[in-house]
């Protein structure tokens, strides 16, 4: 069988390793993690079994040599910009097919920007597949048989205090914390804050009510032309209410001193973070709430009892597989909807145990 290499740009992370795990074990593949701190990912790498090599990825001839060789480009190192497409370029040029973890909303939204040119080396370049929009379209996508015309589309997702927190999810978060935020609402577009109308939801157990505030995804740009909605709504939060309060706080001080740098202080805080993981619980969903033009009402997530950190990453092992298995996809530069149904989720994932709930008015089927 043919080898072909797959470099997975930031897999020593806290989602590049899950990735990394799960394609080193794929037969006929050779992983290579590539990061710029040797002394954090060579460790990693020799503990899996797979090659490492040093590359700054911001860098044009530092990852121009390590993507080289690639088959397969996987980006899990963040964070996505708006507008910058530099890495997932250099891979096309390259000649290799590309997926990233990017859940930044203009980022993702205007990745087509590149299907020419992928279509030009006859490659394959996806963006988003993450929980959002990956996972939240496939939880989406498998309740619209049983629906009318969707009218609503409410999504909310919260996290375990103590599954580990990932640096680039947690400057994502700060990026739009106190900004201005497009919401599709009555079909057409209103402006919130980001972080702003806080609600406690009632997640499927063992999760139970939680916090979450308004966020700034990809879900927010693709899903009112995807899904023909009237409003679409996504909120987030962390398991711990007082830690939502003091990222609100953060909003405040952002609105007052706007040219604070919130994603710079990502680091840190996850390093404070560690003071509080011996609160709260491993529980963590993701769920998805529509109702119809008939007023039927219905909803479905994905529930984890433990790993939910597990979930991000799995879009990009299964796209990944399903590349490897088929030889490469249509040529073409795509967000991540509708490529993979909610079923490939649920058999991936249930070995860590995480399942998928359903309900209707308001209440979960457990």
Same mark, same amino acid.
């Given at each position: 069988?043919?080898?072909?290499?797959?470099?997975?740009?930031?897999?020593?992370?806290?989602?590049?390793?899950?990735?990394?795990?799960?394609?080193?074990?794929?037969?006929?593949?050779?992983?290579?993690?590539?990061?710029?701190?040797?002394?954090?990912?060579?460790?990693?790498?020799?503990?899996?079994?797979?090659?490492?090599?040093?590359?700054?990825?911001?860098?044009?001839?530092?990852?121009?040599?390590?993507?080289?060789?690639?088959?397969?480009?996987?980006?899990?190192?963040?964070?996505?910009?708006?507008?910058? @497409?530099?890495?997932?370029?250099?891979?096309?040029?390259?000649?290799?097919?590309?997926?990233?973890?990017?859940?930044?909303?203009? @980022?993702?939204?205007?990745?087509?920007?590149?299907?020419?040119?992928?279509?030009?080396?006859?490659? #394959?370049?996806?963006?988003?597949?993450?929980?959002?929009?990956? /996972?939240?379209?496939?939880?989406?996508?498998?309740?619209?048989?049983?629906?009318?015309?969707?009218?609503?589309?409410? /999504?909310?997702?919260?996290?375990?205090?103590?599954?580990?927190?990932?640096?680039?999810?947690?400057?994502?978060?700060?990026?739009?914390?106190?900004?201005?935020?497009?919401?599709?609402?009555?079909?057409?577009?209103?402006?919130?804050?980001?972080?702003?109308?806080?609600?406690?939801?009632?997640?499927?157990?063992?999760?139970?009510?939680?916090?979450?505030?308004?966020?700034?995804?990809?879900?927010?740009?693709?899903?009112?032309?995807? #899904?023909?909605?009237?409003?679409?709504?996504?909120?987030?939060?962390?398991?711990?209410?007082?830690?939502? @309060?003091?990222?609100?706080?953060?909003?405040?001080?952002?609105?007052?001193?706007?040219?604070?740098?919130?994603?710079?202080?990502?680091?840190?805080?996850?390093?404070?973070?560690?003071?509080?993981?011996?609160?709260?619980?491993?529980?963590?969903?993701?769920?998805?709430?529509?109702?119809?033009?008939?007023?039927?009402?219905?909803?479905?997530?994905?529930?984890?009892?433990?790993?939910?950190?597990?979930?991000?990453?799995?879009?990009?092992?299964?796209?990944?597989?399903?590349?490897?298995?088929?030889?490469?996809?249509?040529?073409?530069?795509?967000?991540?909807?509708?490529?993979?149904?909610?079923?490939?989720?649920?058999?991936?994932?249930?070995?860590?145990?995480?399942?998928?709930?359903?309900?209707?008015?308001?209440?979960?089927?457990?």
């Amino acid at each position: 069988m043919h080898q072909r290499t797959v470099v997975i740009l930031g897999g020593h992370g806290t989602f590049g390793r899950h990735i990394t795990e799960q394609l080193a074990a794929h037969p006929g593949t050779r992983v290579v993690i590539a990061g710029r701190h040797a002394e954090r990912g060579l460790p990693v790498a020799e503990a899996m079994g797979v090659a490492f090599r040093t590359c700054d990825a911001h860098q044009p001839a530092s990852l121009q040599q390590a993507v080289a060789d690639a088959w397969l480009v996987i980006n899990a190192s963040g964070p996505f910009q708006a507008g910058d @497409y530099a890495i997932p370029r250099t891979c096309i040029q390259a000649g290799c097919h590309y997926v990233d973890l990017a859940d930044g909303r203009q @980022y993702v939204a205007d990745f087509v920007q590149l299907d020419q040119a992928a279509r030009d080396r006859s490659v #394959f370049a996806c963006t988003g597949a993450s929980t959002t929009p990956a /996972i939240t379209s496939a939880l989406i996508a498998d309740l619209l048989p049983t629906l009318g015309r969707i009218v609503s589309i409410r /999504i909310a997702l919260n996290a375990g205090n103590k599954n580990r927190a990932g640096v680039s999810t947690v400057a994502t978060i700060l990026s739009y914390v106190g900004r201005p935020v497009r919401v599709w609402q009555d079909g057409g577009w209103k402006t919130l804050r980001g972080w702003s109308g806080g609600e406690f939801i009632d997640f499927p157990p063992p999760v139970g009510r939680r916090r979450v505030q308004l966020c700034d995804v990809p879900d927010l740009e693709l899903f009112p032309k995807h #899904f023909g909605a009237d409003q679409v709504v996504f909120k987030a939060g962390v398991e711990l209410t007082v830690l939502n @309060y003091a990222i609100l706080a953060l909003s405040g001080i952002k609105r007052v001193c706007p040219p604070l740098n919130l994603p710079s202080l990502a680091r840190p805080l996850v390093a404070m973070s560690g003071l509080f993981k011996r609160f709260g619980t491993l529980h963590g969903s993701c769920a998805v709430w529509l109702t119809d033009s008939d007023g039927r009402q219905k909803s479905i997530a994905l529930v984890a009892h433990e790993n939910g950190p597990r979930i991000p990453g799995s879009p990009a092992i299964l796209l990944a597989r399903k590349l490897l298995a088929e030889d490469g996809g249509s040529a073409g530069a795509v967000p991540c909807l509708g490529l993979l149904p909610l079923a490939a989720f649920a058999e991936f994932l249930a070995p860590y145990r995480i399942e998928v709930v359903r309900g209707e008015h308001g209440k979960w089927h457990v």
